[in-house]
């Protein structure tokens, strides 16, 4: 023990940040090694890997559960993860809503990891798992609620196959975050006041409404399916009529339902909406950031 | 909202330790930078003693060139040494064997007619032949006499050292030991 502690020392691995330290980015805390990521869908699961240089390797796409699919793939998601490190995306039994006067701070997301109700109050129901995103100029807030018993089923079986989760995230929250993101700090002052971001992975959507520089509307729909065109048009359809014509309407998917994607996007395209989205996005966001 | 880092909400860990300080990273800095340094100094050391065996070798090289160098003049200087006495014997000898017959008829033609030498000795030292015990008497003379014996002696390139003379009568006794002056 007293060996392996002068080890980590003299090799310096003390002084790096843990595996699992959610308050560092995945590339810094997996530099040099090789990590697994997967993005867990209802009935499909996808995964690609991360060189020790930081690039996507190939990765797969398999039909089915994700407690059927792990142990059939165990080995080869063992192969590209250096100690078994991954992320998880999931993609379904979540909800994201809209809140004013969340309690804020620098240690207000590691709290609501440890003890959420300090940081909920009323709000915390605990069947769930949070995040949480706030508006950096008003006091409104995203917050993600994901059923807690899915996240502990996909790290049970990850754990039975040897396979250490090191980030548990959802696919199209964080979309959603690293749009908003783009839009308030990458962009600083270039955000309208009036605004509509949809936001789409994995069969699941969620389009925010920003008025008068403030957020006022927020749906989400979670496990639609790659089908649900329609649904999703019919979500969006009335929260585009709240904001002025013309306004801007950002648009955000990755994932593996790219019909649906491409589909939705035509719609969209009639109203003038811009396509934020990027090459490997998804993979970018939960890999690297 | 600064560097953007993706949310996370998995199953926190309760076995985690918190990480060192980056302060700390002195600690295994100096640990290989004193392995470094360790490791320079060493190999300089050691290249540093393997020149000085080699200069330890050439230096013992040297001193027996030297020694033998010395020897050698020592025993030119031996036999230089035994030449020079050999010579330096030759010498006395060549010394000693000088002719004393200018000096007694130097001294006979000195004397004036009305005087008269009764008796003339001329003796070489044992110790330095080259050196000569002159004694002589001389019958109705005076100083002048001596005076005159004595510059022809010294015409001869004889200086009279510790000379005595005495008077008995008409009889002077005159003694003197001639050393040889070199030109």
């Known amino acids: 023990m007293l060996l392996d502690e002068i080890k980590s020392v003299l090799s310096f691995a003390a002084f790096k940040p843990e595996a699992d330290d959610a308050s560092v980015s995945w590339s810094r805390r997996f530099e040099g090694r090789k990590t697994l990521l997967l993005n867990v869908g209802r009935n499909q699961t996808s995964w690609r890997g991360i060189s020790k240089k930081g690039r996507f390797d190939d990765g797969g796409v398999m039909e089915g559960e994700f407690a059927d699919i792990a142990p059939q793939r165990a080995d080869e998601w063992r192969l590209l993860a250096d100690g078994g490190w991954c992320v998880v995306s999931v993609n379904n039994r979540f909800i994201v809503s809209l809140e004013n006067n969340m309690m804020r701070g620098e240690n207000c997301v590691n709290l609501l990891r440890t003890n959420p109700r300090a940081v909920l109050g009323p709000k915390f129901d605990r069947g769930k798992r949070y995040a949480i995103c706030h508006h950096p100029e008003s006091s409104a807030s995203m917050l993600l609620a994901c059923e807690e018993s899915m996240v502990k089923v996909t790290e049970d079986v990850l754990k039975t196959i040897g396979i250490r989760p090191g980030r548990v995230c959802c696919g199209l929250f964080a979309l959603t975050e690293y749009a908003i993101h783009q839009l308030y700090v990458a962009q600083r002052g270039a955000v309208p006041a009036n605004m509509i971001l949809i936001s789409a992975c994995e069969g699941s959507i969620a389009v925010l409404v920003q008025q008068d520089g403030q957020w006022k509307e927020l749906r989400c729909r979670s496990g639609l399916g790659p089908d649900a065109v329609e649904t999703s048009l019919q979500i969006i359809s009335p929260l585009v009529q709240k904001v002025p014509q013309g306004s801007p309407v950002y648009f955000v998917s990755d994932g593996q339902d790219a019909k649906f994607r491409s589909e939705l996007f035509m719609h969209l395209e009639r109203i003038g909406a811009s396509d934020m989205t990027q090459e490997d996005l998804l993979w970018n966001i939960i890999g690297n950031h | ?183």
């Not at chain 2, 980056?22 to 060493?42: D, Q, R, T, W």
């Not at chain 2, 330095?128 to 014996?149: D, Q, Y």
Request: neutral net charge.
């Open chain 2, 1 to 183: 909202m600064t560097d953007y880092i993706c949310h996370d909400f998995k199953t926190p860990r309760n076995d985690t330790s918190k990480r060192l300080p980056n302060s700390f990273k002195l600690v295994p800095l100096a640990f290989y930078l004193s392995l470094i340094g360790g490791a320079y100094f060493m190999t300089m050391d050691w290249l540093a003693y393997k020149r000085a065996q080699q200069d330890k070798i050439t230096a013992e090289a040297v001193t027996k060139e030297h020694e033998k160098v010395t020897k050698e003049m020592m025993d030119e200087k031996a036999a230089l040494d035994s030449e020079t006495a050999k010579a330096e014997n030759v010498a006395k000898w060549v010394e000693g064997a000088r002719n004393l017959q200018p000096i007694i008829v130097s001294i006979a033609r000195a004397m004036p007619a009305e005087v008269r030498l009764s008796d003339m000795t001329i003796e070489r030292s044992e110790q330095v032949p080259s050196n000569l015990s002159l004694a002589l008497r001389i019958n109705g003379g005076s100083a002048t006499e001596v005076g005159l014996i004595e510059s022809s002696i010294s015409r001869l390139n004889y200086r009279s050292y510790s000379p005595q003379q005495s008077k008995n009568g008409d009889i002077i006794e005159y003694r003197s030991t001639l050393v040889r002056q070199e030109q």
